[in-house]
């Protein structure tokens, strides 16, 4: 059975929408996508780098469309674990558990994987959404398409738009 | 530059003298090294799967002797980095962050991994007190002697009964 690495933020959780839903609170109104694209959120968006330091960021963070239904499906399939850089931000560790056992009750612990550098990691597949984690992994690489990434292409790693893709290339 | 997977409980944070204080408390009298030899902490005291959710169990656990000195020399000469299975608990993943900060503030929150099951590390060299970790893993092993794991043999793992034996062989 193959073993399948999914990353959360930005992949299965919308971390997006929340930073977009952030900063129109605070600045009165959304921005666009053209705007962000091609941006670091902490660019992006002003008070990017307060808000993956605020409670409940993460905890309240919507889930990505179609991911719970894939991933589902995946994990009957694959050996699956979802590993997300999390300590860089001490406060997501608890939260990001949390939102995993709300709204994917099938992950078990055993499944899950909290981490800082990706490097670690032996898997054969990885979705991602970062360029820095897909680099060196040496298996079979999915980029998950996202404002940021918007702009970089790259052979290696092959793109997707949706969990809909994901599931017409992995099931 | 080698890759080694450091564990926490029972190997950096001496988590057997948290139990025996903990149940030391609780029962009124020390328990003794051979009472508890070969026996699974759950089982050795009665009420430690309630005390590793006890808020504090993880953060208060006293340093093991001498791996502040040796991790800081390994840290040097290895990509070293520290694999816990916390995310059973998930209270002490943020307790563990807080401990690791505390006593070992040279190992960044890149080095940190909290995780379930350790099949998914990849590395060179694991130390670990558990078999369930070793047996599967790849690289090379060493055996972090704890009470439990005292009346167990092996061949393929080199067991070691402190960090100074840590540092005679990798140092």
């Avoid at 009750?105 to 899950?112: A, E, L």
């Amino acid at each position: 059975m193959e073993r399948i690495a999914i990353d959360m933020d930005g992949v299965i959780a919308d971390t997006t929408e929340q930073f977009f839903s952030f900063d129109e609170r605070d600045f009165g109104k959304r921005r666009t996508l053209e705007e962000i694209t091609g941006k670091p959120e902490s660019v992006a968006f002003p008070r990017g780098k307060e808000y993956v330091r605020t409670k409940d960021f993460f905890r309240t963070a919507p889930v990505m469309k179609d991911s719970q239904n894939v991933l589902s499906a995946l994990n009957k399939q694959y050996e699956m674990f979802i590993v997300s850089a999390a300590t860089e931000f001490p406060l997501s560790l608890f939260e990001k558990h949390q939102w995993l056992q709300e709204h994917f009750p099938f992950i078990t612990w055993q499944q899950m994987v909290f981490c800082g550098s990706k490097t670690i990691i032996d898997a054969d597949i990885m979705i991602d959404d970062h360029f820095k984690n897909l680099d060196p992994f040496k298996g079979r690489t999915i980029l998950f398409s996202q404002p940021h990434n918007l702009l970089l292409q790259s052979s290696k790693h092959q793109r997707v738009n949706s969990w809909k893709e994901v599931a017409d290339i992995l099931l």
